[in-house]
């Protein structure tokens, strides 16, 4: 009784619960102006790196010390912009309603056969996986590890030339994540002196970052996308089972099945955002013809944004994974090895100047276990501001 008396007079700093976006969210204002939209904010940071990448100045010290004007130190900033972009991610689609929607019946000859060809390579995966021969239900997980978030280069064109500014500066973390059935997760994720709190109660999806407070996720409710590249194979799979085969390719040395799933238009249209349009929102599983695992995830998210008086911008955020060290946990397959790159993209309708943002991280799992004993709900509470918003007149 002590400790729920506890949580409940826990309450999060308050602060304007905006959507979260699922791209770059670095602070170019002060803390007066946090209710600025976000993709004004992102406009601003790309288009001071456009102008100050040919106007003089043209070292990479220089370039940050102009950038970050606001006295935010430079490598505080790209700490930030890393964390916004790679930090917690969601999923494109929410998994199924049904609790395990590959095992329902279906006529071979009332589906195409890209749609078979999916359901066949799933099968697969969750035999590799060992899912299929599992004896006791996963009813929660725990897993915990290390990180390397690393800034890469800015890459700037003109369309006549193309310069490239940054350097590869990067700070090391560690994250903690928690896991829980239907659809509940919390995420603790501490690199640098950052720290991002995000999670899920099946219900809402909410992160909280120092610089941005608590924002609450539009849309349908999406899973985690760390929790399906590598850590739970059967959210991977439910994720997959109305996909699509698109044929082989390979990466590296493995020959994969390419599989594609994409986030419909109603759903989309759900999470725009003022003048910030989604357009798309793709996911590609690259499944080894020879084991069976998942070797590589990507996905490609696509926003237009429109606002008066200025032209049309498009953001492009592009996000893959190469999965690597799968180890047996309790009979079941789990990669405890990874490398992340991503991408932000941005460019006009018309003109041919783009600006494109790279950065990495190295991710390492250093611990997972399942069926966690004393994991409940209360675990995965949101914070309290959520809720008086929520219950505001």
């Known amino acids: 009784m002590a400790s729920r008396a506890r949580r409940k007079q826990q309450r999060w700093c308050t602060q304007p619960l905006t959507p979260l976006m699922e791209g770059p969210d670095p602070e170019m204002q002060d803390e007066s102006n946090k209710k600025e939209s ?53 999923a494109p689609i929410p998994l199924p309603l049904a609790t ?7 006529h071979i000859k009332d589906i195409p056969i890209e749609t078979s060809s999916a359901r066949y390579i799933i099968q697969q995966y969750l035999a590799a996986t060992g899912c299929l021969k599992q004896e006791k239900a996963m009813k929660n997980m725990y897993a915990a590890g290390t990180t390397k978030m690393i800034c890469c280069e800015t890459e700037i064109s003109t369309g006549k030339s193309v310069k490239s500014l940054g350097t590869r500066s990067g700070e090391n973390g560690c994250f903690v994540l928690w896991q829980m059935s239907p659809g509940m997760w919390s995420l603790e994720l501490v690199v640098g002196c950052n720290k991002v709190v995000a999670g899920s109660n099946g219900k809402i999806v909410w ?26 194979p059967k959210s991977t799979a439910s994720l997959f089972a109305k996909a699509q085969c698109l044929g082989e ?45 998942l070797i590589y995830l990507e996905d490609s998210h696509l926003t237009r944004v429109q606002s008066p008086g200025n032209d049309t911008v498009y953001w492009e955020t592009t996000i893959g994974t190469r999965l690597r ?28 100047q783009h600006v494109r943002t790279r950065m990495e991280e190295l991710w390492v799992i250093d611990d997972v276990v399942f069926n966690v004993p004393g994991l409940s709900i209360d675990c995965f509470i949101p914070p309290a501001d959520i809720f008086d918003v929520d219950n505001s007149p």
């Open 207 to 232: 992160r909280h970052t120092p610089w941005l407070g608590t924002n609450a996720a539009k849309g349908p409710h999406r899973p985690l996308r760390r929790i399906i590249q590598g850590l739970d």
């Open 100 to 106: 395990d929607p590959l095992r329902r019946g279906f």
């Open 38 to 90: 976000s993709w004004e904010l992102i406009r601003e940071w790309f288009r001071l790196q456009k102008g100050l990448g040919f106007h003089g100045g043209s070292s990479s010290s220089s370039f940050s010390l102009s950038l970050y004007s606001n006295n935010i130190p430079a490598k505080t900033q790209d700490l930030r912009l890393l964390l916004g972009v790679l930090g917690c991610p969601l």
């Open 325 to 352: 060290d799968y180890r047996d946990v309790d009979g079941i397959m789990i990669a405890h090895e990874g490398r992340t790159v991503a991408t932000v993209f941005r460019f006009g309708e018309e003109s041919m």
């Open 249 to 293: 390719k390979r990466i590296g040395e493995d020959d994969c099945f390419v599989l594609k799933v994409a986030a419909d238009r109603a759903a989309v249209v759900e999470r725009n955002e003022g003048p910030a349009e989604v357009i798309r929102h793709v996911l590609y599983g690259y499944f080894s013809q020879k084991s069976g695992l």
